[in-house]
């Protein structure tokens, strides 16, 4: 996708988040993603983006796909996530059949745990395969509730649980309130095994992610310090501007230096190879967690405050590289692409 055909999709997404999403975000942190707000995203070809058009879906390159994501990010990193959950998980896990048209549209949820290929540590519950049956629990389950699930089993089996599970938040969960972080609860006959060999396709699934991690990652940067430029010429202390004090003028033009050379190269992205990609989403990851700080430092109390639509990107640059890659093995890719050989394996 050439640069001028992103600058259109941009502003077509930018368009849609602010009639369907900014006045919402508050609501989207609380309550979740409603069922019209998927059936918008959608209709607008956001939700199957990256989903071929056989199945319902946009068939949209990964540049665009990856623009997408950023400008969702900028408003509400739930609903970027929830793009990417359906695009880059969804649409590489499931066949394409109507299963996954009907998640394409919106008109079925998905859910997907990616232990342990995030980390393997952790009690992740126990899921079995006994007979024709599968049962037990899995956690750090996320998604939409209500349709289908994909998870790892004890033995190393990645199953689709169709029906016959349920969904509740054991914790009340930080990062991407939008979408249900929970625990599963398993006893259904309605299951197919997708691959013999789960850890790897879903770590498989999360190398093949850098360049959509680095998009969301540099939305929510661009989210948090587009809010900071516009408190900080509003808000005084002794009866000066915030943005007239030099340490806090020269901290923000910083990152957003930092910021508009990352989405260069993001808008760039078809001509990095996988090492520069990888790079760009460890700088991206990096660069959102100090820029949502700084926001949230300069906020004062306020940045606290729910309403006024900041902490959660903090919560969320955060959570980003909790929940949806794998930073240790990332070190070691790109230790080992650095050195030339295996590294930083001790």
Sequence with gaps: MSIEEQDILRSAVIEF???NIANSAVSIERAGITDDLAAALAAQGFLGAALPAEVGGAGI?????????????AYSPSVSALVLITGSVAGKLLKKDGLLGKIATGEEAFAVSLWPATDGSGDAGELKISGNRITGTRRYVIGRPGGCMAAVTDDGK????????????E????????LSYSVATVESGDYEVISSNGKETMESILSGMDLEIAAIALGIARGALAKT???????KTFEKPLKD??????NISRLMSELRVAEVAL???????ETEILMLKTHSTDLAKRATKYSLQYHGGYGYIEDFGVEKFYRDAVGLTILLENQAADG???????????SGYL
Excluded at 172 to 178: D, I, N
Excluded at 245 to 250: G, K, L, M, P, W
């Design 17 to 19: 988040a602010e009639k």
């Design 61 to 73: 390159d990964r540049q665009g796909y990856a623009v997408i994501l950023k400008e969702l990010a």
């Design 158 to 169: 990645l199953v689709l649980v169709k029906s016959g599970f349920t969904l509740s938040d």
């Design 171 to 178: 914790d009340h969960h930080l990062s991407f309130r939008g």
């Design 229 to 235: 430029v516009d408190y900080t010429k509003v808000r």
């Design 245 to 250: 004090y030099s340490t806090v003028a020269n």
């Design 267 to 273: 808008q760039a992205s078809g001509d990095l190879n």
């Design 332 to 342: 070691m890719r790109l230790s080992k692409e650095v050195f030339g050989e295996k």
